[in-house]
């Protein structure tokens, strides 16, 4: 009686054991009951990529998820529909989902990265409650779809997020004030939406942003003095918005500035000639904007300039002979504005054509007509 009595309390405490560890090597039902919302709230017709996210673990075998391998919590979810991926090369399709992002995936608490982009279809709002729920987030990564509404206005409680993307959606709302408390954002990309009101004076609070690509939005007003506070930034696109002022001296100042990108906007005033000197700056788009007075004459042997557009301003004076002392011009663009004089001879202008120079005042030499 006694030994079969304490044979079977062995078998309970086995089956006790394998059932605490089972529990353990796979996802908590409750990650995977608000996947199963996620997913239901979509639908992806071409490549079938939730075709296996079926069984109890969805750390096991489902596609574009990860899991922490201590908790067993969802930690990415990565579902892109361009990518190199297998399937998408074997089926020659990109992807396409309709939908809409379920509320329910606030539960996944764990998720540090939230990548659902390039859908083309994907429509509806961000649930507001990821910016509350969702404080492990990394990485969030929502381009190329038709996401409209608001970017969360508590988006700045995401202390974590380093990644922020929403290119090439539908959203309305205004940049809100919390965006600035992101500390250790790097990567901000709300291009091509339809964001309106003007950025927030203190934007320059993002210390570790490298790369800011607001183009094509409705964004007003100047362009804030804090930016110079931003050692890190790389890449600043504002093109194709409604910006006016003139250009912030102190941007001419910046380290490690060396895509500028402000064509196409209303700004007006003088170029700073720092900005032009800055040997780092290789991209400098100032086209389409109102511009005025001479481009200062301060190239030289640093200069090193990808492309430089001044086209459509309206510049005035001569075009600056430091520009032959330039060490690389790869594309110039000086068209459209009021330069009058003789074009400077030197290799930065060699392989130029007229439509660089065209519709000026009174530019002469090569390769537009000789001077007289
Ligand atoms: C899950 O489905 C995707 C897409 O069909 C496939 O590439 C992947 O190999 C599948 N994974 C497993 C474990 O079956
Ligand atoms: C500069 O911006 C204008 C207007 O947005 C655009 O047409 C042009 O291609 C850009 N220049 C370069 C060199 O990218
Ligand atoms: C250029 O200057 C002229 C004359 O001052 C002005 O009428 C015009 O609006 C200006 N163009 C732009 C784009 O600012």
């Given at each position: ?101 379920s509320p329910e995936i606030c ?241 930065p202008f060699d392989h130029l ?20």
């Amino acid at each position: 009686m006694a030994s079969s009595s304490s044979s079977y309390s062995l078998l309970f405490l086995t089956l006790f054991i394998f059932s605490a560890i089972s529990a353990v090597t796979s996802c908590p039902p409750s990650d995977r009951a608000a996947l199963l919302a996620f997913k239901d709230a979509l639908t992806e017709p071409n490549l079938g990529i939730f075709h296996n996210w079926t069984g109890n673990d969805c750390c096991q075998g489902w596609y574009g998820l990860s899991c922490d391998p201590n908790t067993h919590r969802v930690t990415d979810i990565n579902l892109r529909g361009e990518s190199q991926d297998r399937i998408f090369q074997k089926l020659q399709l990109t992807g396409y989902m309709t939908g809409n992002i379920s509320p329910e995936i606030c539960k996944l608490t764990g998720l540090s990265t939230l990548v659902l982009a390039d859908w083309k279809g994907i429509s509806g709002e961000i649930p507001s409650c990821i910016a509350s729920s969702l404080s492990s987030l990394r990485i969030l990564d929502l381009t190329g779809n038709q996401i409209s509404g608001e970017i969360p206005a508590d988006i700045g409680k995401l202390r974590r997020l380093t990644v922020f993307s929403l290119g090439d959606n539908a959203i309305s709302s205004e940049i809100p004030k919390s965006l600035v408390n992101l500390a250790g954002l790097k990567h901000l990309d709300l291009s091509n939406n339809r964001i309106s009101g003007n950025l927030p004076w203190n934007f320059g609070n993002l210390r570790m942003l490298s790369r800011a690509l607001l183009s094509r939005n409705e964004l007003t007003g100047s362009i804030p003095k804090s930016v110079f506070k931003m050692n890190r930034l790389a890449d600043l696109d504002l093109s194709m918005n409604r910006i006016t002022g003139s250009i912030p001296v102190q941007l001419g100042k910046m380290k490690v500035l060396s895509t500028l990108k402000l064509d196409g906007n209303s700004m007006s005033g003088q170029i700073p000639s720092r900005l032009l000197s800055n040997s780092g700056m290789g991209i400098l788009n100032l086209s389409r904007n109102g511009f005025e007075g001479p481009i200062p004459d301060v190239f030289g042997a640093k200069t090193y300039f990808m492309a430089l557009d001044l086209s459509y301003n309206n510049l005035t004076g001569k075009i600056p002979g430091s520009l032959s002392s330039a060490r690389f011009m790869g594309h110039l663009d000086l068209s459209h504005n009021h330069l009058c004089g003789t074009i400077p001879v030197g290799s930065p202008f060699d392989h130029l054509d007229a439509a660089s120079f065209s519709d000026n005042d009174c530019l002469c030499g090569n390769p537009l007509k000789s001077c007289e």
